[in-house]
């Protein structure tokens, strides 16, 4: 697609957060120590907690700290979206942090070529309450619009977009559940063909605990928001397409990432 001159991006993160007293200290405290300097929304979705107080105290100064109700994740994250003002948007969930200080660096430096629309990496699970531990280890590669259809996707939560993407061909469909995210993927992906650059470390480590795969009953239901989002794009996936999706991540659980 193309954006012209090469020069660095000006970056907006958004943290989505709903009674995460226990581990928004960490998630914003990483935003704030990044080299590279960036935007960030904070949309509470007025937690029951300290955790809006939190954000307060332990973000940077200029950051923009929102408390009020939405209709669940995906709705706050439209919400940041429609807040950001950054030439590029990442999303640092609450359960979330950078592994190092760099990390906006590097984005910004991939994402200085006019000719990407996006970049993604790495991510890892650790333990909730020993972050030390990693559980899961997502190793991600070169993006291929072939690989969609294997079941492949990018992990979503290193995802950076540049807005012009966003502002063309829209948010998150709330409709959707926890597979609101892999729809973006694919209508941006393989029905807009945007051009995205693969960062090959860890970007984000992620607390273990995923909605999605807590019980069976909630797996079924991911699988088949899966298949809707295909449909609602005027995808056709093969066969095996949504069951290779969860089997996947399998191969996740024991690999670590290099030392």
Known sequence: MGYGVKQTPAISVITVALNAAETIKDCVESVKDQSYPCEHIIIDGCSSDDTANLAKKYASQTALIISE????????????????TGDVIGILNADDFYPHDDILA????????????ACYGDLVYVDRADTCRVTRYWKSCQCDPEFFYKGWMVPHPTLYVRRGIYQRYGGFNVNLGSSADYELELRFFLRHGIRAKYIPEVLVVMRAGGWSNSSLLNRLRANRFDREAWTVNGLNPRHLTTILKPIRKVAQYFLRPAK
């Open 106 to 117: 590097k984005v910004a430096n991939c994402l200085a070529d006019p000719d990407a629309d």
């Open 69 to 84: 109700q939405d209709h669940g994740t995906y709705d706050a994250m439209n919400k940041g979206l429609a807040l950001a």
